[in-house]
């Protein structure tokens, strides 16, 4: 689908990614709907780490006291919805560039030599 237009409210890698994305896949309306959330969810996230960024890890509490900056325990959790969206989408693979994990990789090896044996086997027969 080459949408060459993105939706109103996304910022420089939201915009990026629905740019990306709508021309490499099509999306239904509900599809289209869950990747918009995905990408003001990833605009969030640069948001609050520019604010972290610019204020600090620790701030000065309404106390005087010195805690931990808010905007990093909502950039966890907006990180957290980020990755259940991306999941929603089906869209996992595109994002792991082909990074595996050590689990993944025997899983592949022990499937390729299951695979190989029963062919084997039916050559055999």
Partial sequence: MSDSTTPDGLEDRGAALWLELQE??????????????TCRTLDTIDALSNAIAQNGVMVTGSQGQTVLNAAIAERRQQQAAYARLVT????????ESGVESARTRAAKTAAQAKWRERKSRQKGA
């Fill in 24 to 37: 490499e896949f099509e999306f239904d309306a509900h599809e289209a709907e869950l990747l918009f959330e």
């Fill in 88 to 95: 929603q989408l089906n869209l996992v693979d595109e994002f």
